[in-house]
C-alpha cells in the first residue's frame, strides 16, 4: 500500500511536505485532480485563488471554508471570478453591502445573489445605476413591476427585451423605451409592432423603429410614405418590403419627396424615364444617378437644369453640340452657357438669348465676343427692355 501511495504522488514517498508540493503543482495545471487532492490543497486560500483564476470550474473544489470567507470570495471576484458568489453561503449571498461591493467588482456578481436581493427593487437600482444592462438579473417579479421597468428603460432602452410580455405590449413603456433607443422597438409586443398608429408615433419618434414595424406595415405604401418623410427616403426604401420596393407606384411618390433616392434604385429603376424624371425635379443631384443613356435625353436634362445650371455638366457629348438643347438650356438659366463648348459660346444668338436674361453672360461667352463692345451694349440695352416688360 505505501508503494501504490508513492507512484499515486508522482513517487515522492510518504503524505508528507513533498506530496503536497506534487499537488500544488500539479493542480494549476491538472484542476480535475483537485477532487481527489488531500484538503489541505483545497484549503490552501492562495493556492485555489490562483487555480480559480485558471478554471472557475476548479470553486466547486475549494474547502466550504473557502466559499464561506468573505475575503477570499471577494479577492475571486476582484479577480474575474463572479462565479465565487455562486459557492458562498446564503447568508453572504444576502448581504446587501458585500452584493453590491462584488457587483462593482465584476457586474456579473449580481447573477448569483439570493433571490430576496434580485427581488429588492432598492438594490436592483442601485445595481442599474452601475451597469443598466445587469437589469436582466431582477427577478421575474421586477421585470413585470411598471414603475421599476420604467426606470430601466429610461436608463437603457434595450432593457425592454428583459420586461415582462404585459410591459412589453404597454404603450407607455414601449414609448418610453424607444425613446432612449428606437431600435429597443424590436422587443415590442407583436400588437404594437403592427400598431399602424402606434408605429407611426414610433417612427416620427425615431426612424431607426422603422425596421422592427410588422411586415405588413413595411409592406404598406402610405404608411412607408409617411415614414419616408419622418426619416427620409433613404431609410423608408431600406426597410420596405421587397414587394413595395417592386412597386413603380412607390419609387414614383418617394422620388416626388426625396429625388437623391434614385441612388437607391435598381439598374431597372435608372433607366427608366419616368422616375428618372420625377427625381430630377425634385432634386436635380439625382441625375448622376440616372442611366447613362438618359443624360443623352433632353427633357431629362432640362428639368435637372432647372433646378441648377450645373445639371448641364451631365449631359453627353452630343446634347452639349447640339445648338437646340443649348439655347432650350439658356432659356431656363442663363448661366448653363459655360457648360458649352467653345464652339456653341461663339455663337452670337445663343450668347444673346443668354445675355437677355443677364447681361454677365456675356463672360462666358467666346473671346471674340466678349471683345465686341457694340454687341455688349445690344446685350445690356436688351436685358434692360426685357426687364421693364
Keep these: 500500500r505505501r508503494g501504490a501511495r508513492s507512484r499515486a504522488s508522482g513517487g515522492t514517498g510518504a503524505m508528507g ?3 503536497l508540493d ?6 494549476l495545471t491538472h484542476t480535475a485532480l483537485l477532487s481527489k487532492a488531500p484538503a489541505e490543497i483545497r484549503e ?7 487555480v480559480v483564476c485558471r478554471d472557475s470550474d476548479a470553486l466547486k473544489f475549494a474547502s466550504p471554508a473557502l466559499h464561506a470567507d468573505p475575503d477570499w470570495v ?7 471570478v463572479s462565479e465565487a458568489l455562486e459557492y458562498a453561503p446564503e447568508l453572504l449571498r444576502s448581504d446587501v453591502q458585500f452584493v453590491l461591493q462584488a457587483v462593482r467588482a465584476n457586474g456579473m456578481a449580481i447573477s448569483f445573489a439570493s433571490n430576496d436581493l434580485r427581488r429588492d427593487s432598492r438594490v436592483m437600482k442601485r445595481v442599474m445605476h452601475m451597469s443598466p444592462n445587469l437589469v436582466k438579473y431582477a427577478s421575474p417579479e421586477l421585470l413585470a413591476d411598471k414603475k421599476f421597468v420604467l426606470e430601466a428603460v429610461a436608463r437603457s432602452g434595450q432593457n425592454l427585451q428583459y420586461a415582462s410580455g404585459t410591459l412589453r405590449d404597454d404603450e407607455e413603456v414601449v414609448r418610453a423605451a424607444i425613446g432612449q433607443d428606437g431600435r429597443s422597438f424590436r422587443f415590442a409586443s407583436e400588437r404594437l409592432s ?3 398608429a402606434f408605429a407611426r408615433a414610433a417612427v416620427e419618434q425615431d426612424p431607426k423603429v422603422l425596421s422592427f414595424c410588422a411586415a405588413a406595415l413595411r409592406s404598406d405604401h402610405a404608411f412607408m410614405m409617411e415614414a419616408a418623410r419622418f426619416g427620409g427616403a433613404a431609410v423608408a426604401l431600406q426597410h420596405a418590403e421587397p414587394s413595395l420596393r417592386d412597386s413603380r407606384a412607390f419609387w414614383l411618390d418617394v422620388l416626388r419627396h426625396d429625388g437623391h433616392a434614385l441612388e437607391h434604385a435598381s439598374d431597372q429603376g435608372r433607366s427608366d424615364r419616368q422616375l428618372a424624371l420625377e427625381a430630377v425635379r425634385a432634386n436635380w443631384r439625382a441625375l448622376p ?12 436634362l432640362l428639368a435637372a437644369i432647372e433646378g441648377d445650371a450645373d445639371a448641364a455638366a451631365w449631359a453627353s457629348a452630343s446634347l452639349l453640340q447640339d445648338i437646340g438643347f443649348a439655347m432650350e438650356a439658356v432659356r431656363r438659366d442663363w448661366r448653363t452657357l459655360r457648360h458649352f463648348p467653345e464652339a456653341l459660346r461663339a455663337d452670337r444668338k445663343l450668347v444673346m438669348e443668354a445675355a437677355v436674361r443677364n447681361a454677365v453672360a456675356v463672360e462666358y461667352a467666346s473671346q471674340e465676343i466678349r471683345d465686341d463692345l457694340e454687341f ?3 446685350a445690356l440695352m436688351r436685358e434692360a427692355a426685357a426687364e421693364a416688360r
Design 17 to 19: 511536505g513533498a506530496s
Design 22 to 27: 506534487y499537488w500544488r503543482s500539479t493542480v
Design 44 to 50: 490552501d486560500a492562495d493556492l485555489m485563488l490562483k
Design 74 to 80: 471577494m479577492k475571486a471576484i476582484e479577480s474575474g
Design 194 to 196: 403592427g400598431d399602424p
Design 289 to 300: 444617378h440616372a442611366a447613362p443613356e438618359l443624360r443623352e435625353d433632353r427633357e431629362v
Design 376 to 378: 455688349l451694349d445690344e
